[in-house]
Nanobody, 125 residues
Framework: QVQLVESGGTLVQPGGSLKLSCSAS????????VGWFRQIPGKEREGLLC????????YYTDSVKGRFTPSRDNAKNTAYLQMNGLGREDAAVYYC??????????????????WGRGTQVTVSS
């Protein structure tokens, strides 16, 4: 079964850190670009960043620059999102997505081929 599964979302205190995982099954992430998105209930989905298969990073929003960093472990067929300095405004459902072109980061979310179902991140003291 071809799918992406996010994990790692939990309750974290303001100022804390969290690392999300995006595990692929049924296909190999090696040559895919991986994007990270989030959505707050009642609001539009927000693009955060994307990492190409060669490690190039595109930030879709300045609000996470310097705080969020993508990475991947091809041996585990998994991508990660390291999030530091979390604030209440970062609380959302976080999604990963994969794009088969691989060497570029799509400007639009609809260009991603595969999506996970999301993992909830709550930021509260």
């Amino acid at each position: 079964q071809v799918q992406l599964v996010e994990s790692g979302g939990t309750l974290v205190q303001p100022g804390g850190s969290l690392k999300l995982s995006c595990s692929a099954s049924g296909f190999t992430l090696d040559y895919y670009a991986v994007g990270w998105f989030r959505q707050i209930p009642g609001k539009e989905r927000e693009g955060l960043l994307c990492e190409t298969y060669t490690g190039g990073i595109t930030y879709y929003t300045d609000s996470v620059k310097g705080r969020f960093t993508p990475s991947r472990d091809n041996a585990k067929n998994t991508a990660y999102l390291q999030m530091n300095g979390l604030g209440r405004e970062d609380a959302a459902v976080y999604y990963c997505a994969a794009e088969s072109g691989g060497g570029w980061c799509p400007p639009d979310a609809f260009e991603y081929d595969r999506w996970g179902r999301g993992t909830q991140v709550t930021v509260s003291s």
